[in-house]
């Protein structure tokens, strides 16, 4: 099987522009994750997503959002950009299910976003 | 909320030897799953081993086993045989059990440096 595809790998925007990236989870898998990882806070949950529905979210402002399609592909979007959105973002898929190996979260290579 | 403790930023271990990263958790849930991920320098995050709360047995995968105490709420990683390729930061990640959504809260990571 493939493993979990981010796109784009890397990403250069200014302060005030929005962005969007991508997240294909393995394929089956039916929960996609988003995690951000700086030097300064560590790994940090962002949301979740399950059959098209958010099913938990982390502690971020409203600039950050994410959707996930029918084919259980995910984006999550920023808005608005700041220089501390400039971070690593990491996505992981599973296969969302009650218990057991379901839960089991495998990550992609992440994007890295510099915001200038 | 739960918390995960890595207390050693920083490890060395001379190739071949073994090494032990330590981890400790809060939490008021009975029902959860531990996981050990990997990031080498190519920052691919992967999992290493996972461990269910409701198995007594620790897990273990090839040269990788942890040291599981749940009512002291700890969870250790062993690496036998270490090789150069073990050079990475490791995170120790906690999960809930059941439907309300997958999220793993991770430490702040252990860097482990295999001195050929």
């Known amino acids: 099987k493939a493993g979990v595809t981010q796109t784009p790998r890397y990403l250069i925007k200014t302060r005030g522009q929005q962005v969007t990236l991508s ?22 949950f962002l949301f979740e997503y399950f059959s098209e529905t958010q099913r938990n979210k982390g502690n971020f402002p409203g600039r950050f959002s994410g959707r996930q399609f029918s084919n259980s592909r995910s984006e999550m979007n920023v808005s608005t950009l700041e220089l501390g959105d400039s971070a690593l973002y990491l996505c992981a898929s599973s296969a969302g ?20 | 909320a739960q918390t995960v403790t890595q207390s050693q930023p920083e490890m060395s271990v001379q190739e071949a030897e073994t090494v032990t990263l330590s981890c400790t958790y809060d939490t008021s849930e009975n029902n959860y799953y531990l996981f050990w991920y990997k990031q ?17 047995q620790n897990a273990t995968e090839n040269r990788f086993s942890v040291n599981f105490q749940k009512a002291a709420k700890s969870f250790s990683l062993k690496i036998s045989d270490s090789q150069l390729g073990d050079t990475a930061m490791y995170f120790c990640a906690f999960m809930k059990h059941g439907s309300s959504g997958d999220k793993l809260t991770f430490g702040t990571g252990t860097r482990l440096a295999v001195r050929p």
Request: charge should be positive; aromatic fraction near 8%; glycine fraction near 12%.
């Open chain 1, 23 to 44: 997240c294909s989870p393995i394929s089956g898998h039916r929960s996609v994750s988003w995690y951000q990882q700086t030097p300064g806070q560590g790994l940090q």
């Open chain 1, 97 to 116: 299910l009650a218990g057991g190996i379901a839960k089991t979260q495998y990550f992609g290579p992440g994007t890295r976003l510099l915001v200038l």
């Open chain 2, 40 to 56: 080498p320098p190519s920052r691919q995050m992967i999992l290493v081993i996972r461990q269910e709360a409701y198995k007594q």
